[in-house]
T-cell receptor, first 110, second 115 residues
C-alpha cells in the first residue's frame, strides 16, 4: 500500500530552526516534493528531491534518504508568515501521480 | 495570485443542479490535474490529463466528468452531487508528464458547497 507519515502539528519560535520529517512507503518512487499551503490557499512548491542528499534553497532545505524512505524539510530563521501546513508528496512510478501526506501544521509564535 | 486560474472561486449548488468548474493555464504545460481537498486533509488526486488525453481516473464517481478542450483549459462538469462532495477543488498543471524536477503548479481552487 501507499503510506506517507508526517507529524500532525508543530510549534516553533520566530527566528528559530524547525525540521519537519516525512517517512514514506510507496509502491514506486520518482521523486519527493514539499509544498507549503496557507489556510484557504493553493499549495505552493518549495523543494524537490530525487537523489539522496540535501537540497538548499534560501531559508529552506530538504533532505532525502531513499534507502530509509525518509525526508525532512528544514526551515531556518523562522518568520511569522511561515505558519502554514507543509505537505510532503511522493511521485509514484506512474510519473504523473503525486501521493500527499496528511500535512504538518506549523505554528510560529513570537 | 497563481499562474493557474480557476473559476469560480466559490460555488453553491443544489443536488439536482449541473455546473462546471474551469481551469486555465498559459505556461505551455501539457499535464493537468484535478484534486479534491477536504478541510485539514491533503489533496486527493481525481483525474490526470496528459497531452489533452485522460490518463488517470482515480475511480471517481461518474457525477464528476472531466473535459480537456485544449492544452490550456481543463473543465470539471458536475451533476447530481452529494453533500459529501463539498470540498475545495484544486486544479494543477505541470510541464509534461514525466520524471523530471518540474513541480505541479496549483490554482487557488474552487470552494464548492452542496446544499
Amino acid at each position: 500500500g501507499q503510506n506517507i507519515d508526517q507529524p500532525t502539528e508543530m510549534t516553533a519560535t520566530e527566528g528559530a530552526i524547525v525540521q519537519i520529517n516525512c517517512t514514506y512507503q510507496t509502491s514506486g518512487f520518482n521523486g519527493l516534493f514539499w509544498y507549503q499551503q496557507h489556510a484557504g490557499e493553493a499549495p505552493t512548491f518549495l523543494s524537490y528531491n530525487v537523489l539522496d542528499g540535501l537540497e538548499e534553497k534560501g531559508r529552506f532545505s530538504s533532505f532525502l534518504s531513499r534507502s530509509k524512505g525518509y525526508s525532512y524539510l528544514l526551515l531556518k530563521e523562522l518568520q511569522m508568515k511561515d505558519s502554514a501546513s507543509y505537505l510532503c508528496a511522493v511521485r509514484d512510478r506512474g510519473y504523473n501521480k503525486l501521493i500527499f501526506g496528511a500535512g504538518t501544521r506549523l505554528a510560529v509564535h513570537p | 495570485d497563481t499562474e493557474v486560474t480557476q473559476t469560480p472561486k466559490h460555488l453553491v449548488m443544489g443536488m439536482t443542479n449541473k455546473k462546471s468548474l474551469k481551469c486555465e493555464q498559459h505556461m505551455g504545460h501539457r499535464a493537468m490535474y484535478w484534486y479534491k481537498q477536504k478541510a485539514k486533509k491533503p489533496p486527493e488526486l481525481m483525474f490526470v490529463y496528459s497531452y489533452e488525453k485522460l490518463s488517470i481516473n482515480e475511480s471517481v464517481p461518474s457525477r464528476f466528468s472531466p473535459e480537456c478542450p485544449n492544452s490550456s483549459l481543463l473543465n470539471l462538469h458536475l451533476h447530481a452531487l452529494q453533500p459529501e462532495d463539498s470540498a475545495l477543488y484544486l486544479c494543477a498543471s505541470s510541464q509534461r508528464p514525466g520524471p523530471d524536477n518540474q513541480p505541479q503548479h496549483f490554482g487557488d481552487g474552487t470552494r464548492l458547497s452542496i446544499l
